[in-house]
């Protein structure tokens, strides 16, 4: 026994081994995140499948030499709320009242561990403090002026009333209150209501979770809460059986619990595209709006499908890019080991 101390420690001093480390027999680590499904013109494209490879770059690098699976979705996730081509953070939609808030989720497979935020103003990382409500406190959900105390109580900064919204914004407002929308993603009906953004992913050690944050629909009235930090419609993970995370029109995702309906059906054998396809399906055959999902099984099997025109999703498994936004597209790149 001394000798394999003496051993293990030699081949961590040289760099063989480095901690935390994953041995051949556990999980190959995989994240796949979503920018938002909807209505999304051909002029935004290009800056969407751009941030999404950026963002799961992000994601994928605390997946690397052992990194766990909540790292990665955060990391993931701020990335995609400081970019204003997403509707999180910086960048959000509008409420009636020309502010922005904003929802967020987030979940670990292991032990349901769960935390979310709702009509959030003023921070640059509402995924952050969604965490923050699951490690620091005994409850589940902070809404409003509540969540703002909690994240001045833990440190988490504040940004200057208004630097949140976007020129964007401001005039998909003012758009919305002369024509009215559709208030899902953005597109010809509603400019600037720019998509919900998510991720989930699978560690080594076999752990899921899962992340989502929104700024909400486009002229939505003040103090509106999204499926987004509803758990078991937004968000959802369970080591036992996937990770969820949605987007497309809020209300119908909520009334549906299209997260955890998909995991349902992921229970009774169903992989994970199945599960994704045939629920959201369903949902829309019933309740008439869109949506899209990503899953991952408790293998790390991806489930990708949405009933919107479109849906921009990244994932990154070894050293390989996958990536697509339009119906039946899916592209692949081949990436240099880091």
Known sequence: MINLIIMFLIMSTIGILTLPFCVSDKMEPILLIHGGAGD????RVANKIAGLKKSVDIGFKFLQNGGNALDAVEAAVRYMEDDENFNAGYGSVL??????EMDASIMVGSNLGAGAVTV?????HPISLARLV??????????????NKLAEEHGIPTVAPGSLVTKAAKDALERFKRKGGDLTEIGHKNPGDVGTVGAVALDCHGNLAAATSTGGINGKMVGR?????MLGSGTYADNDFGAVSTTGHGETIAKYCLAISIIREMGIGKSAQTATKETLENMTKRLNNTAGAITLSKNGDPGIYFTSRRMGWAYRKGNELHYGINHDEHEIECLKSL
Not at 40 to 43: H, K, L, M, V
Not at 225 to 229: A, E, G, H, L, Q
């Open 134 to 147: 699951m490690e620091k406190t005994p409850h589940v959900l902070f809404a409003g002026a509540g969540a």
């Open 40 to 43: 999304i013109p051909e002029s």
């Open 95 to 100: 409420n009636l009242d020309g502010e922005v």
């Open 120 to 124: 959030v103003k003023d921070i640059a």
């Open 225 to 229: 809460s999204s499926d987004t930090c």
